[in-house]
């Protein structure tokens, strides 16, 4: 998930305008990063910085800030700043000769930004060691138990690294029917969560769906597929 949100003027921040708070210390606590966008040029890359870090390592939400006088066009911008044409106190001169040098900052450079190669995004993998453990525990339990969660279904594009010319949508197909047909070769019980429902089908011999706290209590091994060990 990333989060766009818009904020007051880059000048009138902090200064009690209207629907002015402090996005980054509301947000923060809630997202992976926290963007803001000072400058035009810094929108196209910025976002592109917020769509990886969104989805590499373990996938979590991030959040861009960009003013509305960064967002909106130059001309509009400086119609709105530079709205007295004839400054007549030496207050008012600087004033105006400020606004100007702002907008001409926040502008600069706007026609530079490209869009980067497609974006390449690391999902960390269990270790040789990790597989082993937990096959021997497998081996040794009598009342296994599964639970796989949304992040067992994840494809990266650096481990294994895909072909230049492979389709993203053709690939993570792929990928989820290999993880359904693994888990039916396996034929241990599982609960499906989050975005992992429908991973087994309708009608699959394995899945189970009520009663999950009950069956974690009879269980002799529990073994987490792409979730964190949390509340649930």
Not at 141 to 158: D, M
Not at 197 to 212: F, Y
């Amino acid at each position: 998930l990333v989060l766009h949100t818009g904020t007051a003027p880059t000048v009138l921040r902090g200064r009690g305008a209207l629907q002015d708070i402090d996005q980054r210390a509301l947000m923060s606590p809630h997202v992976k990063r926290f963007y803001t966008c000072n400058k035009v040029s810094e929108i196209v890359p910025k976002l592109q910085d917020a769509f990886q870090t969104a989805k590499a390592g373990v996938p979590g939400p991030v959040c861009l800030e960009i003013p509305i006088d960064v967002l909106y066009e130059e001309k509009i911008v400086r119609d709105m700043y530079m709205k007295k044409q004839n400054p007549r106190t030496l207050l008012e001169q600087a004033l105006q000769h400020y606004l100007r040098w702002h907008v001409n900052r926040m502008h600069a450079g706007k026609g530079q930004a490209r869009v980067g190669l497609p974006l390449s995004y690391h999902i960390p993998l269990h270790t040789s060691a990790q597989a082993k453990k937990v096959h021997r525990l497998l081996l040794e339990a009598k009342r296994p138990l599964f639970i796989i969660g949304s992040q067992t279904c994840l494809v990266s594009s650096t481990n294994p690294p895909l072909p230049t010319d492979a389709d993203p949508a053709s690939t993570a197909a792929a990928h989820v029917a290999k993880v359904a047909a693994a888990f039916h070769d396996l034929g241990v019980p599982c609960y499906c969560a989050g975005m992992a429902r429908g991973l087994l089908g309708t009608e699959s011999p394995i899945q189970l769906r009520h009663k999950r706290s009950a069956a974690c209590r009879q269980a002799d091994l529990v073994v987490l597929f792409g979730m964190p060990t949390d509340f649930r």
